[in-house]
């Protein structure tokens, strides 16, 4: 990421910025141990059960993408925005047809 421009017009997003580049490079970090750890057996992410979900699918793309999980359990914000198939369990107010 490159930020260009007068340090002043920017400063007050600084922290944000940071704040969410290291929490997805940590989430896409762990999913990669993990899934390393996991060996041959699938790896599925369940954070939707602990991230607000306005950022459900930012940590849910990490850890497919950048983390290597074989999938992830949220329905709506995770594997439709990434076309795929959720896994694993779901509250069962939430229908995987939706």
Known sequence: MVVEGNYVDFAVYETAFLGILRHYSSVASK???????????????????????????MVDRASYIGGGCDGVA?????????????????????DDSV
Do not use: Y
């Open 74 to 94: 949220g329905v709506i914000g995770g594997a439709r925005l990434m076309g795929i198939k959720p896994s694993g369990t779901m509250p069962p107010c939430i």
């Open 31 to 57: 999913a990669a141990r993990i899934k390393k750890l996991a060996g041959d057996k699938s790896c599925v992410f369940f954070g939707a059960r602990v991230v607000h979900p306005a950022i459900q699918p």
